[in-house]
């Protein structure tokens, strides 16, 4: 989010899930998309069978590898040593676009003069590449004409997430691959609704369509409406600065809906003590989870079949999601239990409807103002921006103009990952996901026949390094960092890089979190899920 | 020949529908076209729905019985009668499939009750699908067995209807005044022009012929298999929109005391389906898993039982989010030695 804002002045996907099927090249980087985004992963093999040329950035032999001109196995968290090695091949070959650069960017200069050293021999040290791969792949992304980025967790869950953004949205400039179709820069959204959550204003800094709660005509607008005054100016607190604060004892009572932090953030022995510090602690969900065991109150939501409202997915488009049946048991909608206990706390939130809510947001929000409930009810959604009711959407971004007028290029330095393997913890572990399982498996891991087919956790080693520890396929080995250890099956893979060990989050019998590493990004405070120091040890 | 103008065919299949269910083609709210209950909105007569009729006769999911707490057992098998109109030739010959499938080995009770409640009302295919090869297997275009009734759209407004059984028979005597007559003769000429119409529609960029002679002796190179894993994404949604996939599963609930059994469609395409209880799967490589699929259908049920296990309906290509299918699958058996 916060990069892209930076660089282009709108955080979410530039363009469209169609558009991937039309584009020429296709630069994949941090992201497994067949498998975490299989309707964006099947339009990338469709555009490979037409001819295009994709670039996989992985240090696992993902399945689009068998479609890549170029296959990068970067060392994990050197993507910004990986990305100004291509951009310094782009400048150095002349490739890049010197009409875009001028008219629709500032800053170029900087970005010149920084990506001066980073050399593809220069690159290939800090990234384990080969130097021909870093020029091979520049080639190709600079020279087509329809060139798409598309990246994931891979990019972000670093403690330089927010420059690795920055960066991508280099390379983007550079060669003028935005505002255009089959282009741009797309942040693959894990969620059906992340991007509605961040758009409504699920982020300490801003309220509804990324209006900052530091502008006072904003905040006054917001007033009014809703017949308040004295609404904070200030920045809140994300995530992980509320759950520092809960163990501090600075924070009293958490009020969680939809997640469940004692699965999916980092260092859950961590977590676990900062929720037990609150004196109050409210989780809303639609089952029992790892958090809800630790509430002292659980409301029961319902789950998609059971509302009405909008979803807003990866490619801005908001859409109805329709309630199929009523809610079972005591569950409720998630907006009338905030009404209800709004109206306990003194203030009366008059909605009947999800329509009644759009129109407030259609007020409220230029974004989202022609996307109104009437609308939704005939078609498949819309595209945001879409600033009127006669206005279609917009299926990319930046077309003829970015958001915040010129493109300005953020040049950053590599940075080392905050935990590196050293004599003590040899290996280094990332984590993700399976095709089978949704995040912390609150619904999929109910699901008996998603079970079936995935039912236990397992380690992804590389023959070599299960030779070097001794490990045999399928044996449950001790795998540990300085954070904790878990015992988890072996599965030996060559589509894993040697060295690399790589643990899927789903599982809650062996919780990789308790050994993934806290430290985040100082902006954006994703942590480095991505990279930590780890060992193998045998049982017994 | 009988005749039958568009504007009566609803008043037709309502009074059909006076001590029976009639489900028919008819687009729901997102735009795809399903078999539904005829008051829920116009019949298409246009289009193949999206998922045949095998859910109306195999339910996605079925109660079998029911265990009470005191070990009483309950099973009762639906025996709702139903008129299912619409059906095009290559889902009638996928029913012809799923009846040898239910009956072959012991006779399904659960199948039959809802199977021989069922009156079927075909509606010959004038417009086949880019994917459609039933012109090859001969489960189409046109049927001249497998139904009740047959309708063929000769004209804009109007359907001259073949009788296919006595059932048919005393679908038409019910409502007589509806029809009008053709002359057997003219009838006849009418319905040769159109299926020769539409056997001019379909696709020949693929050779589906060759292909299936190739599965049939059990030709295919494993490089095919190997191929289509790369670009298949395991979603198992070919199996669902398939007219000929029987396989299920059976699972046991237990709410308050009582157990309940259910089966469920299954999928081939997914690990679990044979994955023993050790953990050893005799089909543990995908490909491997491909290969089971197309060898079932296309190797092992004409040599066991004189069918091919697929009916051409090009649904599994079409409803593919990678577009392969039957279609790629014939394509790769076709051009890779």
Redesign the interface.
């Known amino acids: 989010m916060a990069g892209l804002v930076a660089t282009f002045g709108s955080g979410a996907m530039t363009n469209s899930i169609n558009e991937f099927q039309n584009a020429e090249c296709i630069f994949v980087i941090g992201s497994n998309t ?1 498998e975490q985004h ?2 964006i ?2 339009r990338i ?2 555009a490979a ?1 037409k001819g295009a040329k994709i670039i996989v950035c992985d240090a696992r032999s993902i ?1 689009l590898v ?2 890549a001109a170029v296959h990068i196995k970067q060392r994990n968290g050197t993507d910004i040593a990986l990305l100004n090695g291509i951009m310094n091949v782009i400048i150095q070959e002349d490739l890049y676009d010197k009409q875009f650069v001028a008219e629709r960017t500032e800053n170029f200069d900087a970005l010149k003069t920084l990506v001066a050293k980073y050399t593809p021999e220069y690159v290939s040290k800090i990234t384990g590449v080969p130097a021909d791969d870093i020029i091979k792949a520049a080639r190709i992304y600079a020279t087509h004409k329809k060139s798409m980025i598309a990246y994931a967790m891979g990019i972000t869950q670093h403690i330089c997430g927010v420059d690795n953004v920055k960066t991508v949205a280099n390379l983007a400039m550079l060669t003028g691959h935005v505002g255009m179709e089959s282009t741009g820069v797309n942040p693959l959204r894990g969620q059906n609704n992340v991007q509605g959550a961040c758009d409504m204003g699920g982020l300490p800094n801003v309220f509804t369509g990324y209006q900052k709660v530091t502008d006072e005509p904003v905040c006054q607008k917001f007033e009014k409406a809703w017949g308040v005054t004295g609404i904070p100016r200030k920045v809140g607190k994300t995530v992980t600065d509320m759950l520092a604060m809960a163990h501090k004892g600075e924070l009293k009572a958490l009020y969680i809906m939809g997640e469940n932090p004692m699965m999916s953030d980092p260092d859950t022995k961590h977590v676990e003590d900062a929720l037990k510090h609150l004196e109050l602690l409210i989780v809303q969900d639609i089952f029992p989870n790892e958090t809800t065991a630790l509430a002292h109150v659980v409301l029961p939501g319902c789950t998609f079949a059971e509302k009405d409202g909008t979803f807003s997915n990866t490619e801005r488009r908001v859409s109805r999601v329709r309630k199929a049946i009523e809610p079972i048991g005591e569950s409720r909608q998630d907006w009338q239990i905030i009404c209800d206990l709004a109206q306990r706390l003194g203030y009366p939130m008059k909605y009947s409807s999800w329509a009644d809510i759009l129109r407030e947001i259609n007020e409220l929000t230029p974004s989202y103002a022609g996307i109104t409930p009437e609308r939704l009810e005939t078609g498949f959604g819309i595209q945001w921006p879409c600033p009127n009711k006669d206005h279609p959407g917009t299926p990319y971004l930046h077309k003829g103009k970015f958001t915040k007028g010129l493109g300005t290029f953020v040049p950053c330095e590599h940075i080392e990952p905050n935990e590196v393997p050293d004599a003590e913890y040899p290996l280094t572990l990332t984590t993700g996901r399976v ?1 089978w399982h949704y995040h912390t498996g609150s619904m999929t891991r109910r699901t ?2 998603l079970e ?2 995935c039912n236990q956790n397992f380690v992804e080693i590389h023959p070599d390094t299960a030779k070097s520890l001794n490990v045999r396929n ?1 044996e449950t080995v001790i795998v540990e960092t300085r954070r904790g250890s878990i015992e988890i099956p072996t599965k030996i893979t060559d589509e894993i890089v040697p060295g690399l060990i790589f643990v899927p989050f789903h599982f809650t019998e062996a919780k990789v979190n308790l050994l993934t590493n806290p430290a985040h990004d100082p902006v954006g405070k994703i942590p480095e899920y991505k990279v930590c120091a780890a060992r193998i040890r045998k049982k017994g | 020949m009988k005749l039958i103008r568009k504007q009566n065919i609803l008043p037709w299949l309502q009074s059909l529908g006076q001590d029976r269910e009639v489900w028919a083609p008819i687009l729901n709210g997102n735009g795809d076209l399903l078999f539904q209950q005829i008051h829920e909105g116009p019949i298409c007569y246009d289009l193949k729905p999206m998922i045949s009729c095998r859910r109306i006769l195999f339910p996605q999911e079925e109660k079998l019985f029911e265990v009470q707490t005191d070990g009483t057992i309950i099973a009762k098998p639906d025996t709702t009668k139903r008129v299912l109109f619409g059906i095009r030739s290559c889902d009638a010959k996928a029913i012809v499939f799923t009846d040898m499938f239910f009956s072959k080995n012991f006779q399904d009770a659960y199948y039959e009750s809802r199977r021989k409640n069922a009156l079927l009302i075909t509606l010959s295919c004038h417009d086949p699908m880019p994917t459609c090869w039933c012109n090859t297997l001969g489960t189409g275009p046109f049927l001249d067995k497998d139904f009740d009734l047959q309708l063929y759209p000769v004209q804009e407004d109007a359907f001259l209807i073949a009788i296919g059984s006595d059932a048919g028979k005393s679908a038409l005597e019910a409502s007589a005044s509806l029809f009008e007559e053709m002359p057997d003769l003219q009838a006849k000429a009418r319905i040769e022009a159109l299926k020769d119409a539409t056997l001019l529609k379909f696709a020949k960029n693929i050779d589906f012929a060759q292909a299936l002679e190739l599965a049939k002796e059990r030709k295919i190179s494993p490089k095919v298999y190997d191929k289509y894993s790369e670009e298949c994404l395991a979603c198992g949604g070919c199996a669902f929109v398939c007219p000929t996939c029987t396989c299920f599963d059976v699972r046991e609930f237990t709410e308050t005391g009582i157990i309940t059994r259910c089966r469920q469609w299954e999928n081939c395409f997914f690990e679990g389906f044979t994955k023993e209880a050790s953990g050893h799967n005799p089909r543990r490589r995908f490909a491997d898993r491909i290969a089971r699929r197309f060898e079932h259908k296309l190797t092992f049920e004409p040599k066991n039982n004189h069918m091919v296990g697929c009916t051409g309906c090009g649904r599994c290509t079409i409803y593919c989010i990678t577009k392969i299918g039957m279609h790629r699958f014939a394509e790769l058996a076709t051009t890779i030695k």
């Open positions: 067949t299989p309707e992963g099947a093999i469709e069978k399945r068998k479609y095709y008996n026949l079936r087919e399928g």
